[in-house]
Every structure is written in structure tokens, then in C-alpha cells.
């Protein structure tokens, strides 16, 4: 009996094995009809309580609304179960014929279709079925006598017609065939059968006349899986539940047959010891699939299950053959363990139960040719670019030199992948002792070596390495000096050698250049990864021009290879690139390429991603969204969990010391940094970062009132190296804070728009503006500010109207707010947002800060009071006041009272 009581005793079971089966290209002889009819026609009954299926009962109540229903799946899916269960529910009649090989002769099949109606009552006494004798012999007469027999029912009434697969006779598919052209009114037909029916029904599907139910539909959910399983006394674990209903892919008879392994004798049994080697499951298969089969198909079947997924073309080169797709077709109409994946009938696989009995009969029967059998796969999923498909099949030939080169040639880039802890875990099925049999499978440890994040223990294995290649061809060479360097380039960019980084990766994309693709097909994901370091190496050895085009080539390249994670970190890279140098807007949308693109693939907490999170909370920064800026750097260092390099590590501590800075908080801007100075790689070589780093400490010393370190230290830059955009512009504020307005004026020049350096020339415009109306240019300092306006609207840029806040810079914005037009509402919101937020630095004064005391006097000094008032509001003599108001005019360079209010105004100390 099929189904979920498929083990159970079934009343009146169905005669194929009473009878025998026919041998082919025999008919039958015509058998005595008595004897058999009343168990053909009787409904199969269960001696177990069935499970109640609702959601397949009303299928087929809906189904059945349509003169035809096919049910068909292989053996053990509970067709018959179902169907017989269904029909205890019915109110109107269900007649049930049980078929075998003996109705393959036309005049029994429609008496015995007959007898079935007439058991269940539908048939009147009037009716041309009534008859106890056998339908006419001749053709046209016995479909007259039929249809007229159906048509007159005494009720509409269900024919359910079990295993139809065992009808092959011609002439009866020919007549029911035709029956289903113009089927009877008050009849439904349901056919229950394990392979595609082989009448013309294509027209019926087409119409909706037809109804199909599938094993797919058939299959057991996990509730009913675990009804199941209940009435064998086995309450388990949901997770169990669901481990076993994916083994068994809902099979019934699979289920069944679990749920007796799991019950049974013989101490604690769990799910993961349910497999296609239990000898319940490989008797049923054997019995009821592969006994059934040819010696060439059960061949097949054997060799091809080595594979978890197989085509024809991979079944052709394992089995030598070439009918491997019309096999594999063949046996997918016919047989429900083998599934199509997809809707063409490219690749194919088998049922989980059925290709573990499969593994293990081949164990058993052919043990020796395993190997082989494993290297023609392998041979075929290299030639198809398959990786992971073609090393899981060398390492279960145990070729371990074949191994090592599908590493070397196609595998060993995707280290710098997704893909990172799955090639892991295929290297470490290598035995330790094969590893130094041959260059292609040291260079394998030293992959390991790199995840596990010992770069010290590389360079030696490389060596070793270097060593067993001596004396091979230049083409054998070539792959594994390749990886070789790929993997020296990783070291030194783990270590921070910028220098070394942009030395090798030169060198191997010139080795990449004489590679063709046929002898090294991972020659496309090695240069997409060499680009993407080269460019990263430029980037921090302070050629960001030269880092731009390589990133951009990376990011092209790494598309095209499939290499997802070397796009995000190019595009991540790149809008570092662009927002280092100021361009906002386009930094902003490179990372979000970067992390849409690491989103969409589930990687957005990857390595490879923390370069698109800190460009976006530098975007952020600019912008003036300190909480954004703080959630990307959060996001960063979740990235940076999984042991960044030193270069981006210092990265994320320049960008958090920023977002200090930005907070008003230079304390613990100036913390980062020292914790940058303190915990840098001793093998970090990165003069663009380090100047980057040189630039947010000048900050963070002109928030502090060091402007004087700040001019000293570009004054001795300048006279080496050529300051760039925003080192000019910090230079200037450190001359604008110390009055020496002349070179500040210097620096600024030619700091205007239009500059791809967006954000220094915000900065510049607003320094020239203060340093213009320091020096008495009010007409300029205007022109200057407008200009800083008109661009920070356009980019979004907020920060340098913050950073730079002092007295004056407030006074020339509430002027530039009643005398602008232009970007009016923008003007507007950086001077309320001025308003509400304290002035970013004091500088510092040229004879040192005033003293408490001195501060307090200050107050007084814009007012009318005089000396002797100030000094009885403040209880003290009027020589202390008058004492106190010298030292103040000293401090602040100004020869007289109304000149003291206003540098006081100018460094932000009123």
C-alpha cells in the first residue's frame, strides 16, 4: 500500500503480485473475471488510523469539478491513500477500479470499468452497464454501449482508476481517449498513477478540463509530518521534525519508514542516523524503483549518484556514455526520485533516500571504481568553471596533486571571497602528509595560513614553495608564482606596506598579462583582486589621482569576474577617494553602491565593506548628521570584527577622532588619535594616511588653541612636498587665528571655485572670508562667503560653517542672510544651526590666555560702566580693575577699549 500506511496490511491488495506480471510484447490471456472482481473493485482499507490530510481533501473536492483529475507520483507518495480516505468523505457515489497488466485488453478493462460502477451503486437497472456479460467486441458498438452506460448514472459519480500506469494497450488508451473528447456529463475521472499519463490530455490542460496533483503537492508538510510521527508514539523536537521531512522530502513512505527506524528496537536512534543505507528504505527502493530498471539505466543510475546535481553532458563524461540527457529525461517522466530543477530539463537531481541507496550499492558493488568515477566529474565541473563542485569530486578521489592545482589555477582567489570558509573547509581534507608533495598544494597551507591570520608563517611557506618550483617550465611555473604573490600582496596589506603593496601587485599584473585563460582560468578574479590593492596602495601612498583610475578598473574588473566582495571593497575604496578630497555628493553614491550591493548579497557586515561604511559617515560629517555619521562608524566596526588590516583600522580611528571633533568633544578627538600613534603596525608604511591622520590632529590643535603648531608644522611640510587642498586651508585658519593674515592669504589663493576638492573649497571660502574682513575687505569677504554658500548648498555640506565658527564668521552670515537671494533658505539653516551650537575653537591669543579674573573684567567692558563702577560691582579696588583692563589690552594686542571688544568678539571670547 502506498502512502503513510504504506508498511500496513491493505484489504484486498492489489493484484499485481497475485498475478504475476506479464512478460513484454505478450498479451495476456483473458482471465476468469469472478474470482478477482470483487477485490478490484473494492476500495483498498487501512487497518491504521489514517491521517487527515484536509488541505489534499480539498484539492480534490476542487479538482474533481473537472471531468478529468491525474494524481500521479511514484511509489509510496500516498496516491491511493489519499484518494481512498478523500472518498470516505464523499456523499456522492465513488466507484474504485485497482488496474494490473490483465486490463490491458480492451473488452475487460471496460467491463471491469463496469463492474466498478455497479459496486458503488451508480449504474440503474436500466442502464447498458447493468449487464452481468462483457461489453461488445466490436469498437464502435463498445464506445456506443459505454457512453450511453456513462451518461445515464444514477448519480453523478467519481471513477477512480489506481495504478493507470499499468495500462499500455493501445486500443484501451485509444478509447478512453476518446471517451475524454466528449466526457460524460455526470462522471469524473480521477486517475491515480506513478508516471505521465500517455493519453492525448494536452488539450483538456490547456481548456482547464484537467486537474493535476503532484508529488510536490502530495509530500508531507512538517504538522503532518509530526501527526504522523505522533501515532507511532514519537513526540520530537520541531527541528527534528523539520530534518526529517527534508531528508524525506515529504516522501510518505519515507516518513513511514522513519518513524518505525526511529521507534524501533536496538537503544536511541535520531534523525541524522536516517539514511538511504537503513535496510528498510534500501528494500523498499530496490523493490519498488530499482528492481524495475534495466542493467544500463541501473548503471546509470549508480555512477551518476556521486553527483548532487547532474546534467547530461556531466553524466556523459562519468558514465563514458552519451545518452545521458534523454536518460535522465526518461527517468524524471517516469519517476518521482528524480527531480528537474528549474523549468527546462537542464539539471537534474535525486531524492535524498534514493541517492543515499544509490551511494551505497555503489560502495558496495563497485568500491574501486570511485575514484574514477569522481575524477571524470572533477575533469568536467574544471572544464565548466564549477570550483567548489570540482575540488569537493578530486578530494573524494583523493587525488591530492589534482587538488592542489584546481587551487592554484581556478579556486585560490576565492580566499578574498564569500566563498572564504568554504575553500577553508575543503583544504582541511588534505592529510597534512600530502602537503608537501608539490608546490600547488604548499601554496594551499599557506592559503590556510592567511584565513587563520598568520601572516608571519606565510612568507616561509612561500619560500618552501619557491623551492620545488626550481626547475619547471615557465608556463608550470606561472600559476602558482602567481598565487604566490597574490598572497605576499595580501600579507603586506595586512601589514600596512603601502610601498611593497603597489611594488607587487605591479609586478604580478604584468605576470596576469602573459596568462591565457585556458591554463589559468582564475587569471580574471586575480587581476580584479591585484587591482583593487594597487589602487588601496596609491590611495595611501598619497597618489590618489593614479589610486582613482585603478579602483575604478577594479571595480569593472571584479563585476565582470563575479568577485562581488573585491566590488564592494573598490567602490567602497573609491568613495573614500572621493570624499577624502572633498567631493561629497559622489562619495555618496559610491557607497552606496558599495552597500546596496552588499545588502542585496547578504554581506553587509563583511571585511570588505568597511571602507563603503566609513566613507558614509565622512559623507555624514560633511553633511552634519552626527547621529548617521555614528551609526556608519558602528556599522564599520562590526565589519572590522574580522581582523581588518592595519590600514583600515587606522582608518576607522581617523574617522572616529573626526566625529569627536565634530561633537565638540577635541579631548577625545585627540585620544583616538594617540590610541592611532600607539597601536600602529610597526610594518605600516602609508604616507597618505599618515598625513590624513597629521590633518585631523592640526584639527584638533586649532580646536585647542594651538594654532601656532599647526602653522610651524605646514610651514616645514611646504618645504618638502606640495600641501594639499585641505592642508592649505588648515595651514590658513592656523595663520587666520594667529593674524598673520598675509600668509593666510597665501594659502587661500587659488582655493576657489570650481575645484573637484568640494569640501576645501567650502572651508577656503569661509577662512577667506574671515581673513578678508580681518583685513578690512568687507566687499570680499562677502563675495568669498556667497561663494562658500553656493557650493555647500549644492554638495549638502554643513561641517565648515560649524568647525569654523567664530564672532566674526557670525556677523558676516547674518549679513550674508539679509543680503542674499540665492540659496536664502540654505543661509538661513546654517544660521540657526550656528545659533544653537557653541563655537568650535577659541584661538589662542598671542600673549597667552586671559586669566579667570581677566575673563570676568572682560564682560564688563562692552558696557557703559567705567573703571571705578565695574570694580564696586566686582568688590574689588579700582586699580585691581585698571590692572586687570592693561593686562587684557596686552593680551589682545589693542591699544583701547572699544578695539578690545572687538578682537575679543573675533576669538570668540564675548
Same mark, same amino acid.
Given at each position: 500500500m502506498e502512502g503513510d500506511n504504506v508498511l500496513d496490511d491493505v484489504t484486498n491488495r492489489k493484484l499485481r503480485t497475485a498475478r504475476g506480471k506479464r512478460p513484454k510484447g505478450r498479451r495476456p490471456a483473458l482471465p476468469t473475471i469472478a474470482p478477482f472482481i470483487a477485490a478490484k473493485t473494492a476500495r483498498p482499507q487501512m487497518l491504521r488510523a489514517r491521517i487527515r490530510r484536509q488541505r489534499l481533501f480539498d484539492a480534490l473536492d476542487a479538482a474533481v469539478r473537472c471531468p478529468l483529475t491525474v494524481v500521479c507520483a511514484g511509489a509510496g507518495w500516498g496516491k491511493t491513500v489519499l484518494v481512498s480516505a478523500w472518498a470516505d468523505t464523499r456523499r456522492t457515489p465513488v466507484a474504485w477500479l485497482t488496474l494490473d497488466a490483465h486490463d490491458n485488453d480492451v473488452q475487460l478493462f471496460w467491463s471491469s470499468v463496469a463492474a466498478a460502477l455497479r459496486a458503488a451503486g451508480a449504474v440503474p437497472p436500466d442502464s447498458p452497464l447493468a449487464e452481468l456479460g462483457t461489453v461488445p467486441t466490436d469498437h464502435v458498438e463498445r464506445l456506443r454501449h459505454v457512453a450511453r452506460g456513462l451518461g445515464r448514472l444514477a448519480a453523478p459519480t467519481v471513477l477512480v482508476l489506481d495504478d493507470f500506469h499499468e495500462i499500455t494497450d493501445d486500443d484501451v488508451l485509444r478509447e478512453l481517449s476518446g471517451l475524454l473528447r466528449h466526457p460524460p456529463a455526470g462522471l469524473r475521472l480521477v486517475l491515480l498513477t506513478r508516471t505521465q499519463v500517455v493519453l492525448?490530455?494536452?488539450?483538456?490542460?490547456?481548456?482547464?478540463?484537467?486537474?493535476?496533483?503532484?508529488a510536490g503537492e502530495l509530500a508531507f508538510t512538517v504538522p503532518e509530518a509530526a501527526d504522523l510521527l505522533s501515532r507511532h508514539g514519537l513526540a520530537l523536537p520541531d527541528d527534528e521534525v523539520v530534518a526529517l521531512v527534508e531528508h524525506t522530502e515529504g516522501w510518505a513512505a519515507g516518513l513511514q519508514l522513519g518513524a518505525t527506524f526511529l521507534a524501533g528496537p536496538g537503544g536511541p536512534r535520531t534523525v541524522a542516523d536516517f539514511a538511504g543505507d537503513v535496510r528498510a528504505v534500501d528494500e523498499y527502493l530496490a523493490d519498488e524503483v530499482l528492481a524495475g530498471q534495466s542493467p544500463h539505466l541501473y548503471r546509470f543510475l549508480l555512477q551518476t549518484s556521486i553527483c548532487e546535481h547532474v546534467c547530461g553532458d556531466l553524466a556523459d563524461a562519468i558514465t563514458l556514455g552519451s545518452d545521458g540527457q534523454r536518460t535522465l529525461e526518461e527517468l524524471e517522466r517516469v519517476n518521482d526520485f528524480v527531480v528537474r530543477l528549474g523549468a527546462k530539463p537542464r539539471w537534474f537531481r535525486y531524492h535524498h533516500l534514493l541517492r543515499d541507496v544509490l551511494r551505497h550499492r555503489l560502495l558496495l558493488e563497485s568500491p574501486t571504481a570511485l575514484p574514477e568515477l569522481h575524477r571524470r566529474a572533477a575533469g568536467w565541473h574544471a572544464a565548466h568553471n564549477s570550483v567548489f563542485e570540482a575540488i569537493e569530486h578530486a578530494v573524494a578521489a583523493g587525488d591530492w596533486p589534482y587538488v592542489g592545482r584546481l587551487?592554484?589555477?581556478?579556486?585560490?582567489p576565492l580566499i578574498a571571497s564569500a566563498h572564504r570558509a568554504a575553500l577553508v573547509r575543503l583544504l582541511a581534507q588534505i592529510p597534512p602528509g600530502a602537503f608537501a608533495?608539490?608546490?600547488?598544494?604548499?601554496?594551499?597551507?599557506?592559503?590556510?595560513?592567511?584565513?587563520?591570520g598568520d601572516y608571519d608563517a606565510i612568507e616561509a611557506q612561500l619560500a618552501g614553495t619557491d623551492e620545488l618550483l626550481a626547475g619547471r617550465a615557465e608556463a608550470e611555473r606561472l600559476p602558482v608564482e602567481i598565487t604566490s604573490r597574490s598572497l605576499r600582496v595580501a600579507v603586506h596589506r595586512a601589514g600596512g606596506d603601502m610601498p611593497a603593496v603597489v611594488a607587487e601587485t605591479t609586478q604580478l599584473l604584468a605576470m596576469l598579462a602573459k596568462v591565457r585563460f585556458a591554463e589559468v582560468p582564475s587569471a580574471v578574479q586575480y587581476r580584479a583582486i591585484a587591482l583593487n590593492n594597487k589602487g588601496f596602495g596609491l590611495l595611501w601612498t598619497d597618489r590618489p589621482d593614479r589610486a582613482q583610475r585603478y579602483l575604478w578598473a577594479a571595480s569593472t574588473a571584479?563585476?565582470?569576474? %563575479?568577485?562581488?566582495?573585491?566590488?564592494?571593497?573598490?567602490?567602497?575604496n573609491l568613495a573614500l577617494v572621493e570624499v577624502m578630497s572633498g567631493s561629497v555628493q559622489e562619495a555618496a553614491r559610491l557607497a552606496g553602491d558599495a552597500r546596496d550591493l552588499a545588502e542585496r548579497r547578504g554581506l553587509l557586515s563583511a571585511l570588505q565593506t568597511g571602507a563603503a561604511h566609513l566613507a558614509l559617515a565622512l559623507v555624514h560629517l560633511e553633511s552634519g548628521d552626527l547621529a548617521a555619521a555614528e551609526r556608519a562608524v558602528q556599522q564599520a566596526t562590526r565589519s572590522h570584527r574580522g581582523e581588518p588590516a592595519a590600514a583600515q583600522w587606522l582608518i576607522r580611528v581617523g574617522v572616529q577622532a573626526r566625529l569627536a571633533l565634530a561633537k565638540g568633544d577635541p579631548g577625545a578627538a585627540r585620544a583616538f588619535l594617540d590610541e592611532a600613534r600607539r597601536g600602529a603596525d610597526p610594518r605600516l608604511r602609508a604616507p597618505g594616511l599618515e598625513r590624513w591622520l597629521l590633518l585631523a590632529e592640526s584639527e584638533v590643535d586649532l580646536a585647542t588653541g594651538d594654532a601656532d603648531t599647526v602653522a610651524r608644522r605646514y610651514a616645514l611640510l611646504s618645504r618638502t612636498d606640495r600641501l594639499t587642498s585641505p592642508e592649505r586651508v588648515c595651514a590658513a585658519r592656523a595663520g587666520y587665528a594667529t593674524h598673520d593674515l598675509r600668509s593666510a592669504m597665501e594659502l587661500l589663493a587659488g582655493l576657489r571655485a570650481p575645484m573637484s576638492d568640494t569640501a576645501a573649497t567650502v572651508a577656503a571660502g569661509i577662512v577667506g572670508a574671515q581673513v578678508a574682513d580681518a583685513a578690512g575687505h568687507g566687499l570680499r569677504a562677502t563675495d568669498r562667503l556667497a561663494e562658500a554658500f553656493a557650493l555647500a548648498d549644492s554638495e549638502g555640506i554643513r561641517r565648515p560653517f560649524l568647525a569654523l565658527r567664530d564672532a566674526r564668521l557670525d556677523a558676516l552670515v547674518a549679513r550674508q542672510n539679509l543680503l542674499t537671494h540665492r540659496n536664502a533658505d540654505f543661509v538661513a539653516e546654517i544660521q540657526a544651526a550656528m545659533r544653537t551650537s557653541a563655537p568650535a575653537h577659541r584661538a589662542a591669543l598671542p600673549a597667552g590666555p586671559l586669566s579667570e579674573r581677566e575673563t570676568e573684567v572682560l564682560r564688563?567692558?562692552?558696557?557703559?560702566?567705567?573703571?571705578?563702577?565695574?570694580? %564696586?560691582?566686582?568688590?574689588?579696588?579700582?586699580?585691581?580693575?585698571?590692572?586687570?583692563?592693561?593686562?587684557?589690552? !596686552?593680551?589682545?594686542?589693542?591699544? !583701547?577699549?572699544?578695539a578690545v571688544v572687538t578682537r575679543a568678539r573675533e576669538y570668540g571670547l564675548l
Open positions: 492525448p490530455v494536452h488539450r483538456m490542460r490547456a481548456t482547464g478540463e484537467m486537474a493535476e496533483i503532484r587551487v592554484v589555477t581556478q579556486a585560490a608533495a608539490t608546490p600547488e598544494l604548499m601554496v594551499c597551507v599557506a592559503l590556510m595560513l592567511f584565513h587563520a571584479a563585476r565582470a569576474a %563575479g568577485v562581488e566582495l573585491v566590488e564592494i571593497s573598490a567602490l567602497g564688563y567692558l562692552p558696557t557703559m560702566l567705567t573703571a571705578g563702577e565695574i570694580a %564696586g560691582e566686582l568688590g574689588v579696588s579700582v586699580n585691581t580693575i585698571k590692572a586687570h583692563m592693561r593686562s587684557i589690552y !596686552r593680551k589682545l594686542e589693542a591699544p !583701547r577699549r572699544s
